[in-house]
């Protein structure tokens, strides 16, 4: 059987507590796992570039571009956890434990991967609290810059199985940093990268909400599909709601290049969508375009019912 050997990095999650939740309730847990599958955590790894190599019934392996792809993800997938968990007791909740590393793989002919890069991703996992992620010493190299979130350096760790102390850090998901951590150069974002910011509901009306945020996540779901796109999820996105945060900042956090941002008005059968697209570096608008109809593809010129500018 053919290989490759290659340098990869990998994301191992699964389930905590798995066995004593289907125990309690295996129709309810594992429709709830589904759910949480088609979802979240599925969308969340396409929009990040992720490639799913093994699923188990509680947990998956996942291959990434790079650790900032995989990174993201996790915290895309980690946030969206503590979203759907606010209303449900805790002896029910579904919380992962994820962990990360970059390392060096075996890729078999069927596409299953196998080698330290592998091992040590999934020994890191092993170690992480619930709802936590846990990175190698060699992924934190990669993104440590780059986290707007609390950092703790776990030191050199004994993992099962494998011969060297791996130094693991743990990001402690919804805390801002507490200190400033040694990183190397942030990287320039990808040359097509972006994030859709929830349009914004002109009017108010509070029916039109969820149709207003149907535009943003068809958005985000349909523009990673152009070539060489990286598109932030949704997830991360919607943090910023309703923040009065300067878009330039947006920028950096995100480390992405291009923001768009947008407003929908509904009356009737009508709808009218104002999008632009912003240079996320120095803030200026590189784009607009307005359509006004009763339906509408803010990506094309409905013939007199939309215009287009340039500024500097």
Known sequence: ??????????????????????????????????????????????????????????????????????????????????ERNA????????EFRVGIHVGDVVEEADGDLLGDGVNVAARSEGIAKPGAIRLSEDAYRQVGGRLDMAVADLGPIELKNIGRPIRVYSLQIGEPPQAPVQAPEESAPPRLSLVVL???????????????????????????????????GRNTAFTYRGKAIDLKQIGRELNVRYILEGSVQRAGARIRVNVQLIDAEI?????????KAHRCNPGLSPSGNASRRNRS
């Open 1 to 82: 059987m053919s290989e490759t050997r290659k340098l990869a990095a990998i994301l191992v999650a699964d389930v905590v507590g798995y066995s004593r939740l289907v125990g309690a309730d295996e129709d309810r847990t594992l429709a709830r796992l589904r759910g949480l599958r088609s979802d979240l955590i599925d969308p969340a790894i396409a929009a990040h570039h992720g490639r799913v190599i093994k699923r188990t019934g509680d947990g998956s392996i996942v291959e990434f571009r790079s650790v900032v792809h995989a990174v993201r993800c996790a915290i895309e997938i980690q946030n969206g956890l503590i």
């Open 87 to 94: 209303c449900v007791s805790e002896d029910r909740r579904i």
């Open 198 to 232: 929830p349009f914004v509901n002109i009017g108010g009306d509070p029916e039109q909400e969820h149709f207003v945020d149907g535009v943003t996540e068809s958005l985000t779901t349909d523009l990673p599909r152009m070539r060489g796109a990286f598109v932030i």
């Open 283 to 291: 803030g200026n608008h590189l784009w607009a375009e307005r359509c």
